[in-house]
């Protein structure tokens, strides 16, 4: 009986001593993911990312942003649209706000890149649809940012971030009281922070144009 109460005692100190080393190294393996940055530390060589898509290993992490540390023997690369052929870039030629897509390695926590590829935004461009809330409104370029909430497979990987939807003469703007009720016509001015909204246009080169921005309640911005 002793002998067993030894071993057992051996047993869960072995245990005890063994699991927190192995949590500490955490999920490990190659990664892929496709984001926008979103700050870059130059002197401690990182790039931080806001993760639109990924591979499983990714996943967790869209929407939310990762900080990607980059070595002497990171590559970069600009692909002017989705088929050229991608020309060398170096870590200088990186700068905030633009697409990338990154592949590298996880191991102990740390995202290490070993490619990092900045995409013009030439290469997503479309007709976009989305639901969110003003969060800002610039009187004088006649921008609204939209924290999205909602919104069609252009939108989609903006959901939780902020995107400005530049207004034109030709922007029409409309308030629902509800989802049932007709739409009437309203004006820039008349939109406020805090608003819901639909709103509907096109982007081209990164820039979201609204051809038309609808005022209501949460419940009758969601077709």
Do not use: E
Request: proline share 5%; hydrophobic share 45%; aromatic share 8%.
């Amino acid at each position: 009986m002793k002998k067993i109460l030894i071993t057992t005692i051996v047993l869960f100190l072995l245990a005890a001593a063994v699991t927190p080393a192995a949590a500490a190294t955490g999920p490990r393996g190659p990664f892929t993911l496709v984001g926008r940055i979103t700050a870059i530390d130059a002197t401690n060589g990182t790039v931080t990312v806001t993760v639109f898509r990924g591979n499983t290993l990714v996943q967790p992490y869209v929407g939310k942003s990762l900080t990607l540390t980059t070595t002497a023997t990171t590559v970069y690369y600009y692909k002017a649209n989705a088929t050229a052929i991608p020309t060398p870039i170096t870590f200088a030629d990186l700068k905030v706000g633009q697409p990338v897509s990154v592949n590298g390695t996880l191991a102990n926590g740390v995202w290490t890149a070993k490619r990092i590829t900045v995409t013009a935004g030439a290469s997503n461009r479309g007709p976009f649809a989305l639901v969110g809330k003003i969060t800002a409104i610039d009187n004088v370029t006649g921008v609204v940012t939209v924290n999205v909430v909602r919104g069609n497979k252009l939108a989609q990987p903006y959901i939780g971030l902020d995107v400005a939807l530049t207004t034109t003469a030709s922007t029409i703007y409309l308030y629902k009281a509800s989802a049932t009720a007709t739409p009437t016509p309203i004006t820039f001015a008349d939109l406020k922070v805090g608003n819901w909204v639909s709103a509907s246009g096109s982007l081209a080169n990164g820039i979201w144009t609204a051809t038309r921005i609808t005022v209501g309640a949460r419940l009758s911005c969601f077709p």
